[in-house]
């Protein structure tokens, strides 16, 4: 079974009013918080100095054979992963200078999602709530925006290892263990497509174009006939199979598991942004640690941990009314 008849299929049995549901779910919103998250996150990559992040890593790497901490050494062997899946255009500066590259894929994502907001969010929001109106671009254009929310999460809990000393490691969860591991690969073949064939202006909003050129770009549903019976997996390519995926798939890869519905697509938007968080909150504790507890800075820290852990409540609601 193809991935297209997965999700298909998977709209074919929501009934008809679980599916208006959806109608609650807009993509602006979610849009533009992913454009934060993606910033945000750059701006915490640009902290650090390219050449302390280098050493960083260089540490990591010695940590990792010494230690036995098993957080420690699936952060190092990860990057390493992550290496190997880059595109050759792409590798020499992310061995060189991770910080220098982490930065330089995050801006051309957040480039790419404000390209979106300027093409076609008012397409995607007139078409957010029914399966007759959403089409194969808006599949593609929600999952780059899923993904690019993954890989914004993928990359704090990979600075995360940076403080992942020995014994502080217990606050890793074998979730967050799991999402680092698990995403290397998918995350550096995304960073290498971002870097490179979407790398410059409108590089992605007129990759997608191509699907109405190829004829392609049909309705999810149009009367009795659904999109697998219109298209074939292999008319489309990697790139595109793997935005789809990201958006409309079970995180974990499980093409069986497809969460084919807007509202589905919203709520995991909304569980990468609280992973996002717990990562940053695992941070600033680790950054707490020694410090005296009358200092400002400690007290700046657990002001800010506050912050984190409202705006996780927030979000849990937000998740919890789907």
């Known amino acids: 079974m193809g991935f297209l008849t997965s999700i298909t299929d998977f709209f074919k049995s929501k009934p008809a009013s679980e599916a208006r549901q959806a109608d609650k779910y807009g993509v602006l919103d979610p849009l533009m918080s992913t454009i934060e998250l993606v910033r945000s996150t750059k701006d915490y990559v640009a902290n650090f100095n390219s050449l302390q992040i280098k050493s960083q890593f260089n540490l990591l790497t010695a940590r990792a ?31 060189r200078s991770p910080g220098e590259h982490l930065a330089v894929v995050l801006e051309k994502i957040a480039l790419n999602l404000e390209d979106i907001e300027r093409h076609h969010v008012r397409n995607l929001q007139d078409a957010t709530v029914s399966v007759e109106t959403l089409n194969l671009s808006s ?20 600075l995360a290892a940076l403080y992942a ?8 969860t074998p979730h967050q263990m799991e999402l680092l591991t698990t995403g290397a690969v998918d995350n550096g073949r995304f960073a290498s497509l971002n870097a490179l064939r979407w790398g410059h202006p409108g590089g992605l909003v007129n990759d997608v174009a ?20 219109l298209v074939d997996d292999r008319s489309l390519t990697a790139p595109e199979q793997m935005m789809i995926t990201a958006g409309f798939v079970n995180p974990i890869g499980v093409i069986g598991s497809a969460s084919a519905s807007v509202g589905s697509w919203y709520v995991e938007l909304l569980n ?16 707490s640690r020694g410090l005296d507890e009358t ?14 852990a409202d705006q996780i409540t927030k979000l849990e609601r937000q998740i919890a009314r789907g």
């Not at 000393?165 to 890793?172: G, Q």
């Not at 109405?212 to 697998?228: H, S, T």
Request: hydrophobic content about 40%; proline content about 2%.
């Open 65 to 95: 054979s010494a230690s036995q901490n098993r957080f420690v050494k699936l952060s190092n062997q990860t990057y390493l992963v992550y290496l190997k899946a880059l595109d050759s255009g792409t590798t020499p500066l992310a061995a």
């Open 295 to 308: 200092s400002p800075e400690y007290q700046a820290l657990r002001k800010t941990l506050a912050k984190y």
């Open 139 to 158: 599949l593609v254009l929600l999952g780059y925006i899923k993904k690019s929310a993954d890989y914004a999460t993928w990359v704090m809990l990979l």
């Open 165 to 172: 000393e020995d014994e502080a490691s217990d606050r890793f």
């Open 210 to 229: 191509t699907l109405k050129k190829r004829g392609l770009d049909v309705a999810v549903k149009n009367g009795d006939i659904w999109l697998d019976e």
């Open 272 to 287: 990468s942004r609280r992973e996002w968080i717990v990562t940053r909150m695992t941070i600033v504790q680790a950054k």
